[in-house]
Nanobody, 118 residues
């Protein structure tokens, strides 16, 4: 099983980035895809989760209205489009897969760093 998040980078305040989570080794369409982030000295935060069957998406209040999660089951890939980025969005971003949103994720990927300069 592999999940690889990519697309991070350095961006100015107000900028945008789109993260991808390319997966393999499990039946992607049966799993919810969660996005998490962890800033230095802070706890990991779940910021979004998109369900497997109904496509419902959960967003943390901190990103609601700015971030959009999506998935392409044909490509076994999840996406997180991030707009209106703020310095407080600076963190390592991870994707994960699990049976349902709101439950413990089963598979975790490597992170990608997002840095937002002020």
């Amino acid at each position: 099983v592999q999940l690889q998040a990519s697309g991070g980078g350095l961006v100015q305040t107000g900028g945008s980035l789109k993260l991808s989570c390319v997966t393999s080794g499990f039946t992607f369409q049966l799993y919810a895809i969660g996005w998490f982030r962890q800033a230095p000295g802070k706890e990991r935060e779940e910021i979004s989760c998109i369900g497997s069957n109904d496509g419902r998406v959960y967003y943390a209040e901190s990103v609601k209205g700015r971030f959009t999660a999506s998935r392409d089951n044909a490509k076994n890939t999840g996406f997180l489009e991030m707009n209106s980025l703020k310095p407080e969005d600076t963190a390592e971003y991870y994707c994960a897969a699990g049976a349902l949103c709101g439950q413990t994720m089963t598979y975790w990927g490597q992170g990608t760093q997002v840095t937002v300069s002020s």
